[in-house]
């Protein structure tokens, strides 16, 4: 007498497995058993699976590629916030541009490096090879390559460019999203790696980015443990910033705006935080207080002339450590760039700054040449 078996149509058996329930306090003592999560940035987890979205031109690309590199090579930090310190092997599949086009902007992003960061970023930042490799995941085939890239590698990060390749249809249809998710998670989820997608398909401009923004949400943001959003600031100043939309790990506060600007390397440099509804604000409240701000450090540097520079210490002291804590030392930072970029303060060395003064020989031999 067969008790658990179910014989088939073929006459063949198979036996059904049993499911059973448990006691949420057990659950409870094996949760506590276990190691508590690690952050890898950010508030984003060691083996979870995300999302930075945001529209066309917004720097989603370069930011991946930074913080991959950052990874690679082992940094404490990227855009302010912590990173573990030791390097890890990574693995960028950029399924949209050309090798050509992505190395050009690498080679960019590694020039500062030191010669020891280097070495690292050799040894640890990987990339799918340009050849024999689809622009589109598509059939089951193009999955198990996808499977067998991740796995050679031996990479514990996997930036993939971008969720649209990997999701045959419109991403709309619920249909159509769900038939990914199972695809995904049998070959991709189950290699038990942090994986970061970025989503390009996100709705307008013309208000802050939120979770609701993101195209095909309502199931996307169900299968994704977080979203990264990443927006222009419809401004006559512009600029762009980015914050968390999101995230199922840790509580966030996505009014937080990140300020910043892609440099000529190709790195995204912080310029500041705002509250990001203040943003869209028709009476800029951010510039108005930028502007204040700066005057605030020049007329420090203008006053401190007596002792001929100025240090970037004294100018923590003065409006970063103070009581009543005037401006953040990313902006205090940001704006002594700016001041020197406007030829207002000049930088003598590391943490030095002094007024721009003039050059009296070229001064003199203008006005007697009656320019």
Same mark, same amino acid.
């Given at each position: 007498?067969?008790?658990?078996?179910?014989?088939?149509?073929?006459?063949?058996?198979?036996?059904?497995?049993k499911?059973?329930?448990?006691?949420?306090?057990?659950?409870? =003592?094996r949760?506590?058993?276990?190691?508590? &999560?690690?952050?890898?940035?950010?508030g984003i987890? +060691?083996? *979870?699976k !995300? @999302?930075?979205?945001?529209?066309?031109?917004?720097g989603?690309?370069?930011?991946?590629?930074n913080?991959?590199?950052?990874?690679?090579?082992?940094?404490v930090?990227? =855009?302010?916030?912590?990173?573990?310190?030791? &390097?890890?092997?990574?693995?960028?599949?950029?399924? +949209?541009? *050309?090798? !050509? @086009?992505?190395?050009?902007?690498?080679?960019?992003?590694?020039?500062?490096?030191?010669t020891?960061?280097?070495?690292?970023?050799?040894?640890n930042?990987?990339?799918?090879?340009?050849?024999?490799?689809?622009?589109?995941?598509?059939?089951?085939?193009?999955?198990?390559?996808l499977?067998?890239c991740i796995?050679?590698?031996?990479?514990?990060?996997?930036?993939?460019?971008?969720?649209?390749?990997?999701?045959?249809?419109?991403?709309?249809?619920?249909?159509?999203?769900?038939?990914?998710?199972?695809?995904?998670?049998?070959?991709?989820?189950?290699?038990?790696?942090?994986?970061?997608?970025?989503?390009?398909?996100?709705?307008?401009?013309?208000?802050p980015?939120?979770?609701?923004?993101?195209?095909?949400?309502?199931?996307?943001c169900?299968?994704?443990?977080?979203?990264l959003?990443?927006?222009?600031?419809?401004?006559?100043?512009?600029?762009?910033?980015l914050?968390?939309?999101?995230?199922?790990?840790?509580?966030?506060?996505?009014?937080?705006?990140?300020?910043?600007?892609?440099?000529?390397?190709?790195?995204?440099?912080?310029?500041?935080?705002?509250?990001?509804?203040?943003?869209?604000?028709?009476?800029?409240?951010?510039?108005?207080?930028?502007?204040?701000?700066?005057?605030l450090?020049?007329?420090?540097?203008?006053?401190?002339?007596?002792?001929?520079?100025v240090?970037?210490?004294?100018?923590?002291?003065?409006?970063?450590?103070?009581?009543?804590?005037?401006?953040?030392?990313?902006?205090l930072?940001?704006?002594?760039?700016?001041?020197?970029?406007?030829?207002?303060?000049?930088?003598?060395?590391?943490?030095?700054?002094?007024?721009?003064r003039?050059n009296?020989?070229?001064?003199?031999?203008?006005?007697?040449?009656?320019?």
């Open positions: 007498m067969i008790k658990n078996n179910v014989e088939t149509s073929s006459g063949e058996e198979f036996v059904k497995k499911i059973t329930v448990t006691k949420a306090s057990d659950l409870i =003592l949760v506590e058993s276990e190691p508590e &999560p690690t952050i890898l940035w950010n987890v +060691e083996g *979870s !995300g @999302l930075f979205v945001g529209l066309s031109k917004t989603k690309t370069t930011m991946a590629e913080l991959a590199i950052s990874i690679a090579i082992g940094r930090e990227y =855009l302010d916030f912590p990173l573990s310190g030791i &390097p890890k092997k990574i693995l960028f599949v950029n399924l +949209e541009e *050309s090798y !050509g @086009l992505r190395t050009r902007r690498n080679i960019k992003q590694i020039s500062k490096l030191t020891s960061e280097r070495t690292l970023f050799d040894e930042y990987l990339s799918i090879p340009p050849d024999d490799f689809p622009e589109f995941i598509n059939s089951e085939e193009d999955w198990i390559k499977r067998e796995i050679d590698s031996e990479a514990d990060v996997i930036f993939i460019d971008s969720l649209s390749h990997l999701v045959k249809g419109q991403i709309e249809v619920s249909e159509v999203f769900l038939k990914f998710v199972r695809t995904f998670r049998e070959h991709i989820i189950t290699l038990k790696k942090t994986i970061i997608i970025i989503h390009h398909n996100v709705k307008g401009n013309d208000k980015i939120t979770q609701d923004s993101i195209a095909g949400s309502r199931i996307v169900q299968e994704f443990e977080y979203a959003g990443m927006s222009n600031i419809p401004t006559e100043n512009g600029g762009k910033y914050c968390m939309l999101y995230n199922k790990y840790i509580e966030t506060d996505d009014t937080k705006a990140i300020l910043y600007k892609i440099n000529e390397e190709n790195w995204l440099e912080k310029q500041g935080e705002a509250n990001k509804y203040h943003l869209y604000s028709t009476t800029k409240p951010d510039k108005r207080q930028d502007s204040t701000n700066k005057d450090i020049y007329n420090y540097c203008q006053s401190s002339q007596g002792s001929q520079t240090s970037s210490a004294d100018l923590m002291k003065m409006f970063v450590s103070n009581d009543s804590k005037t401006m953040a030392k990313d902006t930072y940001a704006l002594l760039k700016k001041l020197t970029a406007e030829g207002k303060i000049e930088r003598l060395e590391k943490g030095v700054y002094q007024l721009k003039e009296q020989d070229e001064k003199g031999e203008g006005e007697l040449l009656g320019l």
